[in-house]
Structures are given as structure tokens and as C-alpha cells.
DNA sequence: CTTGCGATTTAGAACCATTACAACTTGATT
DNA sequence: AATCAAGTTGTAATGGTTCTAAATCGCAAG
């Protein structure tokens, strides 16, 4: 049922973009995500998907997660599986991951940068944090 | 060595803000995060204490670590310590972080909102992606 | 076809950051 | 000194994720 969501050939193009093949389990983990947009858990992604498949395992789930992310169908909202960090840097900042390197590094952020991101929460959201996490490459002219 | 670079006093009053008392263990946490601004981990920061108290343990350091993060001192950079969630949304957008129920939300990033945020890297940092995630709690009248 | 081969899946073990627990210590208050 | 809460410690447990090795799949060359 959840398979009618997907376009199965879009689905191949962009993993065939990659690299990577598309298979009936990269199908219905996908298509679970697209059913149900609740920003699930690989485990809630493998308690859905063992009704489409009920021979997946949770390290297929995981495989395919990490293959939809790899070509960008999917976004991974925490990202940093590593270890916690911690900052003592109490002045507004945003911060920038080297993806190279695993270094972390402030930078400044200007309050009128803040409001502005702030102003887009609509009503009824009460936000008491925002982090704002840059991740990529540092380059030799910084 | 390390022990020199806070003043004692201003941590123990904002341990005591929080309802915290000020311990050994904290002001060489708290002193090992200050002499050296690199974002370390719970487990880099036990390797660096162990040199001024030889018996603190690991346990104590993320004892200490939280408490510093509670009375707002130190902020956890990645906070997220529960399951990586997985969002099928290419549209640029930022996530609220429902703190009470765990839930995950959209929140619309306008392009130029984007831009702006992405404006404050200084130049030799080459951003892939930004995350920008806002914590807290939604009210009723959402 | 069919054989070969790399990619994928699977089950289960291993890993590692973090948390829980229970005993012990400390330190402020009476 | 006695009390009591807060903090520390070592160790065990937890839980999300990754690793490993074996089985399977599916395309591609012969």
C-alpha cells in the first residue's frame, strides 16, 4: 500500500546518480518516509517497512537510510553521530563542523542574524535554543 | 596550571544560581574547557582533568559537564543524544525540536532568510549544508 | 543461457557514548 | 559531634549504530 506513494523510477535515477542500485528494500524505506512524514527513528522505519518486507533486518534499514542520504532524497536531522561537545563560549554563535578534519569552530553571529531566524518560527512555537550547525570544508586562505 | 584561568567565585555563583554547589571537580572541568577552546568531548575532557585530579572519573566528568550546561556556562554542542530522525523534505527548512513530546517539525526557511545565515561564514569555510534546529515547546494555539 | 563478480542483504556480535545504580565521601547546618 | 543532602566513584547496563562474515541478488561478459 505505502509502495502507491513512490516514484520508482526517480527513486532509481537519483540512487543510480550515486552509485548506488535501487532495490525493492531502498523502495519500501523510502517509501515509509514519504507515507509518513514524522521524522521517524530507524527503529520506527523497521517496525513500518517488516509489514512491506518482513524479512528486512534493522542493518538493511539502516543500509538504505544511510543509502537515501548518500543521494540526497533524504535529509538526516542529527546528523553528528559522534560524541557530544561542549562549548564554553557563552556569546551568540553559530558553529562549523569540518567534515575533513572533525574540527568544530565558533562563528559569530550577528544578533540581527538570530532575530531574523527566530522571526520565521510561526505562532504557537516557543523556542528557548536555536543551533545553527554549518558543516563542510575549510579552505588554506582562512 | 589550568586552575588559572577561571576565578572561582563567578562559577560557584552561577553553580549556586542553579541551586549547584561548586566542587573540585567542577572548577578543573570547567578550567579544562577554558584553556583550551577546541569543543572537546566528554572523554577528551576526562584525559585532559586526570592530569589535575588524578581520581576523577568519567562519570564525574559528565556529571560536571552537565551541571556546567545547566547553570549556563558551557553549552552541548551536539545535544541530541536520542536517535538520528530522518526527514524526506528537500525544501530548505529548519526543525523544531518539541522538548515536552520528543516531536519533530518543519519550520519554512525562506531562501533569503537562508542566505543571510550562510552570509555570516567568513571566507576559507566552505558549507555543504546548515542545520538549523530550534528547541522548546509548542503551545496550544499553534 | 550460465558463469562470474561486485553490490546488497541478513543475523548477530561488537562498539561506544551515555546513563543508572549503589556505596562511599564531602561539606554545610544544627 | 550528628545529620542530611549533594556530589563522587566504579561498575554495570543501555541503546543506537556499525561491523563482520556468510548468503543472496542481479547485472554483464562470454
Redesign the interface.
Known amino acids: 500500500m505505502s509502495s502507491s506513494v513512490i516514484n520508482p523510477e526517480s527513486l532509481a535515477q537519483k540512487l543510480a546518480d550515486s552509485g548506488l542500485r535501487n532495490t525493492p528494500q531502498r523502495e519500501v524505506v523510502?517509501s515509509a518516509?514519504?507515507t509518513k512524514?514524522?521524522?521517524?527513528?530507524?527503529?520506527e522505519?523497521y517496525a513500518r517497512v517488516r509489514s512491506d518486507i518482513s524479512s528486512i533486518s534493522l542493518a538493511t534499514v539502516y543500509n538504505c537510510?544511510e543509502a537515501?542520504?548518500q543521494c540526497?532524497?533524504?535529509?538526516?536531522?542529527?546528523?553528528?553521530?559522534?560524541?557530544?561537545?561542549?562549548?564554553?563560549?557563552?556569546a551568540p554563535h553559530?558553529?562549523?563542523h569540518d567534515?575533513a578534519t572533525g574540527?568544530?569552530?565558533?562563528?559569530?553571529?550577528?544578533s540581527e542574524?538570530l532575530s531574523?531566524?527566530?522571526s520565521?518560527?510561526?505562532?504557537?512555537?516557543?523556542?528557548?535554543?536555536?543551533?545553527?550547525?554549518?558543516?563542510?570544508?575549510?579552505?588554506?586562505?582562512?
Not at 37 to 43: F, G, K, M, S
Not at 124 to 132: L, R, T
Open positions: 523510502y518516509l514519504l512524514r514524522d521524522h521517524p527513528t530507524a527503529d522505519v537510510l537515501l542520504v540526497h532524497l533524504v535529509r538526516a536531522v542529527n546528523f553528528e553521530r559522534g560524541p557530544t561537545r561542549y562549548c564554553p563560549n557563552l553559530a558553529h562549523f567534515e574540527a568544530t569552530f565558533d562563528i559569530d553571529l550577528p542574524i531574523k531566524v527566530t520565521i518560527l510561526p505562532p504557537g512555537y516557543d523556542a528557548e535554543a536555536v543551533d545553527i550547525i554549518f558543516r563542510g570544508k575549510t579552505t588554506g586562505t582562512r
